[in-house]
């Protein structure tokens, strides 16, 4: 490509050589050129585009086309020569730009400003330095590129250099045309006048002047404060807050998308079903996050950056998706385990009932005589026990919800609840009868679990004797025996895990010990040796 435009020049633009020198140059740049990605096919209208501009600028050629067309071939190269990290790719790139500098300032502009007394510092330099720069770059070993190193054009770079040639151009002809100034000299000084300012502005650039500094005021007009994409992003944080389910918020996020200038249409498909919004086109791009298909229809042909940008925007969306989904299936587990919760809670207070009916039944038919006064004082509170447990059972709660009783009526409905049961009860530091509140469900769930326990262990051991014991001030709650002594394998397990055995000892205790903890007390063993079998249920500290 530069042997092409080296060749054209030394000719001449009058030479008949000339153009169509110019317009093979041009067709090589074609090739090489950075703007469209190499795999992309040229639509009609931009081929024709391109070949309009073409032959348009090759019809009126002249140096000021010469010249603005060297100082984008600079501007070009130079924003791509410091993003190439292989070494003698960027010494051979910053070569390129030494040698498109030099056709520009010692070649294109003395002809463009007609100064005849450079005639012969341009015919050597053309026939012999840049013919030998031409050679050097030739010679330069290639140097692949990681594919994931190459970066994209960066048209800021591209303005800003062309943007410096271009005042260096026109402050040399400043120079010359208002101080009547030689052109090396108007050259030179125009440089420095440009050295000056670009040193200026890198001094107020690290300068801090607090919000009003250089820096600050260009970061905040880069970041783009306001556009399409900070409104989305704010709607899609509110959606995600609201507490709506997966497609709710997908069909609102899309809602919101859609509004951005670029989008015409799109189509989403999911777990949660499908949507589409807006019209289609013949210009479509196809993302995904996990089970999220998402169709996009533009406007136009989409450029890598704005690629890069849909993806993005994408796997924000995705990323609230999901979100959302986790949170729909963690509230199904929750309600799950509620459930599964309160019905394994409910089976125990359920079996602790039937075996106080059992007991009832057991002594109405032994002893007719003395179940009468019993049964009219137990059936009454076994009956709010099944409605409480009926209404559980059709809507069941979380455990921390439970009905407060005071402390003393909850003492004398267990003493009467079993007071046909050969048990001693103890109510420590009576004289003070405080007016605490307890959650009476947990309460009775533990009462229930250990004293059916002890009775259970009466059966393999008769002479045993179970003591109840309540302590008003702290309040906690204490059932012991004087039987054997629970094996310690069995003992290190209980209320932290199901423990099988005989007697249906652990589920039940262990449910008993979840829910104290949920209520903010603790159960535990407190004392296990032959003659002395404590459980406790105490405030947890």
């Not at 005021?217 to 997966?246: C, H, M, N």
């Not at 059936?379 to 409480?388: D, F, G, K, N, T």
């Amino acid at each position: 490509m530069l042997v092409m435009l080296h060749a054209a020049l030394w000719m001449g633009i009058d030479n008949i050589w000339a153009r169509p020198l110019l317009l093979a140059h041009l067709g090589v740049f074609l090739v090489w050129q950075p703007l469209w990605r190499s795999e992309t096919r040229l639509s009609w209208g931009n081929s024709l585009f391109i070949l309009g501009v073409s032959l348009a600028a090759l019809t009126w050629l002249n140096w000021w086309t010469l010249a603005f067309w060297v100082g984008g071939l600079f501007a070009l190269v130079g924003a791509r020569a410091f993003s190439f990290y292989a070494r003698w790719q960027r010494i051979y790139h910053l070569l390129v730009m030494a040698y498109l500098l030099a056709v520009l300032l010692l070649y294109i502009t003395p002809h463009l400003f007609d100064l005849p007394a450079f005639d012969e510092v341009t015919r050597n330099l053309m026939t012999v330095a840049l013919p030998l720069m031409l050679a050097v770059m030739a010679l330069i070993p290639v140097e692949r590129e990681k594919p994931d190193a190459v970066q994209a054009i960066d048209f800021f770079y591209v303005l800003l250099l062309f943007t410096l040639l271009t005042v260096l151009v026109l402050g040399t002809l400043a120079f010359m045309t208002l101080n009547q100034f030689g052109y090396l000299d108007a050259l030179l000084r125009t440089l420095f006048v440009i050295a000056v300012a670009l040193f200026v502005l890198g001094a107020l650039w690290h300068m801090d002047f607090g919000p009003f500094g250089l820096q600050s005021s260009f970061s905040r007009y880069v970041l783009s404060i306001g556009t399409p994409l900070e409104v989305w992003l704010k709607q899609l944080a509110a959606d995600a807050q609201r507490d709506s389910g997966p497609r709710e918020f997908l069909e609102s996020a899309t809602e919101h998308m859609i509004e951005m200038p670029w989008m015409l249409g799109m189509a989403w498909v999911s777990a949660e079903g499908h949507g589409t919004l807006g019209n289609s086109s013949p210009h479509r791009v196809e993302l995904a996050d996990e089970d999220l298909n998402i169709t996009l229809f533009t406007r136009q042909a989409v450029a890598p950056s704005v690629l890069l940008h849909m993806r993005l925007l994408v796997q924000v969306l995705g990323y609230f998706y999901q979100s959302k989904r986790r949170e729909q299936r963690l509230r199904e587990m929750a309600r799950q385990q509620a459930i599964y919760e309160t019905g394994a809670r409910l089976t125990h207070d359920l079996k602790n009932m039937l075996q106080s009916l059992f007991a009832l039944a057991s002594i109405a038919q032994s002893e007719p005589a003395r179940a009468q006064p019993i049964l009219q004082q137990q059936l009454p509170v076994l009956s709010q026990r099944i409605e409480a447990l009926l209404g559980k059972l059709k809507a069941p709660t979380p455990e921390t919800e439970s009905r407060e009783i005071e402390l003393m009526a909850w003492w004398e409905e267990l003493c009467q609840r079993y007071a046909h049961r050969d048990i001693e009860w103890k109510l420590e530091h009576e004289g003070e009868r405080p007016t605490l509140r307890i959650p009476a469900e947990m309460f009775d769930c533990v009462a229930d679990n250990l004293i059916e326990n002890t009775q259970n262990k009466r059966l393999r051991e008769p002479a045993l004797h179970v003591r109840v014991s309540l302590d008003v001030r702290s309040p906690s709650l204490c059932v012991s025996d004087n039987g054997s002594a629970i094996p310690s394998g069995y003992a290190q397990k209980l209320l932290r895990t199901v423990v099988p055995s005989e007697d249906g000892l652990g589920v039940g205790l262990y449910q008993a010990s979840r829910w104290a903890r949920q209520n903010h007390y603790k159960m535990q063993l407190r004392e296990n040796q032959p003659g002395k079998v404590t459980f406790e249920l105490s405030p947890d500290a």
